[in-house]
């Protein structure tokens, strides 16, 4: 069963991005989707988009920046599989794994 | 019947594509304007950088195909203006009329001839 | 009639396209016509249009290269940019508004690549507006699953000890690579310096000049 992420420290955490596809403006991309990867560095707290792009106001936030290689993403047709993403997702995208 | 996996149009990472354009175009004054008012109404609280985007994404993958960056830029600043109550339809509608009257080029057309 | 001081030579010398004088289309109807109801409503005025329009071209990747030459030649500094690249750019004196900047720095054996693959984020607060092909549809889908294909498309081929790290701008961080200081520059002050830094090796798309 997946766990939520703790508000603790979370450096070098390994976390999967929720695979989830809802049809709206959000900043996880597609391609991320349902990967590994770990927890490069916390950056704080930020108003979550998703609510600003429907003028709401918006809660704040967890956002990280999560390391992804490029084995986990494109498997054997990496270009070069230790090459690395670094993207930055919210909180409530991320699993603990 | 149809179907999709849920990717949106413009979430493009990973996907197949050919070889980079390289080539790059100086920017126009109506350009420049298109820029300055997304930075202005946006600091002033008519609209976040996030309304922007989702109603770029809500204009869909032919949009991004057949217009320019700022032709999508102006139509997003606008929708969002529009739905932050900023002006009318009926407003925009005629003063866009009133502005093509004034002449059949950009320069023609500003209000100051 | 007061001359729009915008009509002469863009920021890179080139005349601006002749616009002024081409068939007016929708979109320009619909920019004149929104600025103009923006003014009429007293949302902006047209001092600020202006005043707005003169800072975005202020901005341009000098502004960059300037951070860059600096973090070469002035180690605390350095330490200070990869801790705090927002705190820096602002501690040389540069207007960067709320940006969340993130220098990554290239070296030995790592290169940094920054893409927005969702649409076109980039730290144009301090290096201006970015070049078309970084919003075109073939960076934003390659960048992240071929970057050395892409790289080099655009001259740029690393030896094999080279890990390549691309940065996808997904939320509310920009990116600036901090390119690696090319041999044979000890003699050069900073203004020389900052002289070889572009704008592409700031986007990890290039790498500095040599100097001559």
Redesign the interface.
């Known amino acids: 069963m997946a766990r939520p992420m703790a508000r603790r420290s979370v450096m070098a955490e390994r976390v999967r991005v929720k695979a989830m596809?809802?049809?709206?403006?959000v900043r996880a991309?597609?391609?991320?989707r349902g990967k590994t990867g770990i927890i490069e560095r916390a950056l704080g707290t930020f108003g979550n988009?998703e609510q600003?792009?429907?003028?709401h106001a918006a809660e704040k936030k967890q956002l990280y920046r999560v390391r992804f290689t490029m084995a986990e993403?494109?498997g054997d047709g990496a270009e070069t599989p230790e090459d690395t993403v670094d993207a930055e997702i919210y909180d409530h995208w991320l699993e603990k794994v | 019947m149809s179907d999709t996996?849920?990717?949106?149009w413009?979430?493009?990472?990973?996907?197949?594509?050919?070889?980079?354009?390289?080539?790059?175009?100086?920017?126009?004054?109506?350009e420049?304007?298109?820029?300055?008012?997304m930075?202005?109404?946006g600091g002033?609280g008519?609209?976040?950088v996030?309304?922007l985007?989702?109603a770029?994404?809500d204009m869909g993958e032919d949009a991004?195909e057949k217009?320019s960056?700022?032709?999508r830029w102006?139509?997003s600043?606008?929708q969002n203006?529009i739905?932050?109550g900023?002006?009318s339809l009926e407003?925009?509608g005629r003063?866009?009329d009133?502005?093509?009257d004034r002449?059949?080029?950009?320069?023609?057309?500003?209000?100051?001839? | 009639?007061p001359h729009?001081h915008?009509?002469h030579l863009?920021p890179?010398g080139?005349?601006?396209?002749p616009?002024?004088?081409?068939?007016?289309?929708y979109?320009?109807?619909?920019?004149?016509?929104?600025?103009?109801?923006?003014i009429e409503?007293g949302?902006?005025t047209p001092a600020?249009?202006s005043t707005?329009?003169d800072a975005?071209?202020a901005r341009s990747p000098a502004n960059g290269a300037a951070v860059v030459a600096r973090a070469w030649t002035d180690p605390e500094f350095k330490s200070r940019l990869l801790a705090d690249a927002s705190a820096a750019s602002r501690e040389m004196g540069f207007d960067i508004g709320p940006l969340n900047l993130i220098a990554v720095e290239n070296t030995d054996t790592v290169h940094n690549l920054i893409?927005c693959?969702?649409?076109?984020c980039y730290p144009r607060n301090l290096l201006g507006?970015p070049?078309?092909?970084y919003?075109?549809?073939?960076?934003?889908?390659?960048a992240?699953?071929e970057p050395r294909a892409?790289l080099r498309?655009?001259g740029v081929t690393l030896p094999d000890n080279v890990q390549v790290r691309v940065h996808?701008s997904t939320a509310d961080m920009r990116y600036i690579v901090l390119p690696a200081r090319p041999d044979g520059t000890d003699q050069l002050d900073q203004g020389a310096l900052a002289e070889l830094v572009t704008r592409d090796s700031m986007i990890g798309m290039g790498l500095p000049r040599k100097p001559l």
Not at chain 3, 19 to 25: A, C, I
Not at chain 3, 27 to 38: D, G, S, T
Not at chain 3, 135 to 142: A, N
Request: charged share 30%.
């Open positions: 596809m809802p049809p709206g403006h991309p597609a391609y991320l988009p600003l792009a429907y003028g993403l494109w | 996996d849920g990717r949106r413009h979430d493009m990472g990973g996907q197949s594509a050919g070889e980079i354009p390289q080539e790059g175009h100086d920017f126009a004054l109506w420049k304007r298109v820029d300055a008012l930075v202005l109404c002033k008519l609209f976040t996030d309304g985007r989702r770029l994404e991004f217009h960056y700022y032709e102006i139509a600043v606008n203006l739905e932050a900023t002006y407003e925009l003063k866009m009133e502005v093509a002449g059949a080029t950009y320069g023609a057309a500003q209000r100051d001839g | 009639m729009d915008h009509d863009s890179s080139h005349p601006y396209r616009d002024n004088d081409g068939p007016l289309t979109w320009q109807r619909m920019e004149i016509a929104v600025r103009e109801l923006l409503k949302v902006v600020e249009i707005q329009i975005m071209d893409v693959t969702l649409c076109s507006l070049p078309d092909w919003k075109t549809r073939e960076y934003r889908s390659r992240v699953r892409v498309e655009f996808d």
